[in-house]
């Protein structure tokens, strides 16, 4: 029985280093992406996450003007149709998160597609002020499921190499395109089409998203199963509602008839901040896996980045919206 022949690059693989082992491994692409075709799609529905938080944050922007005029929405209520979709994002994203952490990448983003897919789609119908911003609160939770659940999926699906850090750069530079695609068609539906196409346009969009999700992302809900992860109930609770109503009396009370003494104003205000304290403690010394563990914080120079990121988007977001008003 004659030995099997060893080959050239079997022979070239034994002798590699470890470094080259990694390089090599990096640049392949993953097991779970069977063919181009497949890891395009991926990378594309992963990507488009990005581009549809961001079209819905900037081409609304631009539609403000407009949809006050139609929907005749008082002045002292024209910024709740814009904030209250980034507002429940911003509440909901560490508790989607740890729900990807628990159930799998796969089922939080499509279920996040789905459901934004459903508000878009609705907002469209949007007849006053009140639906409207039910519907875009409700949007919110959308980016707020697939959002992490696409960074979730990324840093499984990739090794550490050139090929992770390419579809990395992909993914973020989708954000400012998505910037820029939102103000383009809001213009373009505003202009010819009527604001209510902005909505269903970027329902189409999300749509196209959802099904080549469905069909190029691995399923990883059975990795999953068993890991150990729980969910922090009583933290999720605590923050998300801290920062809703420390949010909505902070914007709220410019326009309030008396102003920060308007009492819903100050009682929302002190129920927030309450919130949050208890919210710090419950992460801090109360929740056995807490969403935002204060190790976080000690990582060098984590403190300046977070404190330079707050002041960076922070003020970037309240221009875009008061210099539209």
């Not at 796969?106 to 006053?128: H, Q």
């Not at 409700?138 to 190499?161: E, F, H, K, N, V």
């Not at 992460?283 to 969403?291: C, F, K, S, T």
């Not at 984590?302 to 875009?320: A, D, E, V």
Request: with cysteine; net charge neutral; aromatic share 16%.
């Amino acid at each position: 029985m004659e030995a099997p022949q060893t080959s050239a690059r079997d022979l070239q693989l034994e002798g590699e280093s470890e470094a080259a082992r990694i390089e090599r491994l990096g640049r392949q692409r993953p097991e779970g992406l069977t063919s181009f075709w497949k890891e395009a799609g991926f990378v594309f529905s992963i990507a488009m996450s990005q581009l549809l938080t961001e079209y819905f944050v900037s081409g609304f922007t631009v539609l403000i003007p407009t949809v006050v005029r139609e929907l005749d929405i008082p002045p002292a209520a024209t910024t709740w149709p814009t904030s209250a979709f980034s507002l429940v994002v911003s509440s909901f994203l560490l508790p989607f998160g740890r729900l990807a952490d628990i159930y799998g990448g796969f089922p939080v983003y499509i279920a996040g597609c789905a459901w934004y897919c459903v508000w878009s789609l609705i907002a469209g119908f949007a007849r006053n002020e009140l639906m409207l911003d039910f519907c875009r609160a409700l949007q919110g939770l959308g980016p707020a499921a697939y959002l992490p659940a696409s960074l979730t999926l990324l840093g499984s699906m990739y090794r550490p190499g050139p090929r992770k850090n390419l579809v990395f750069s992909i993914y973020g530079a989708m954000a400012p395109l998505g910037f820029f695609v939102g103000i383009f068609f809001a213009g373009v539906a505003g202009q010819y089409a009527g604001w209510r196409w902005y909505f269903w346009i970027g329902t189409i969009l999300t749509v196209i998203t959802a099904v080549i999700a469905f069909y190029t992302i691995p399923n990883d809900r059975a990795e999953h199963i068993g890991n150990g992860v729980r969910m922090d109930w009583l933290g999720s609770l605590t923050t998300a509602g801290g920062v809703i109503l420390s949010i909505f009396a902070i914007t709220d009370s410019s326009h309030a008839p008396q102003g920060w003494a308007t009492p819903y104003i100050y009682v929302t205000l002190i129920l927030g901040v309450l919130l949050l304290a208890a919210a710090f403690y419950v992460e801090g010394w109360v929740a056995e896996q807490p969403l935002l563990p204060f190790e976080v914080f000690k990582i060098k120079y984590m403190r300046p980045l977070m404190l330079g990121l707050l002041f960076s988007y922070g003020t970037l977001g309240i221009y875009l919206l008061y210099a539209t008003l």
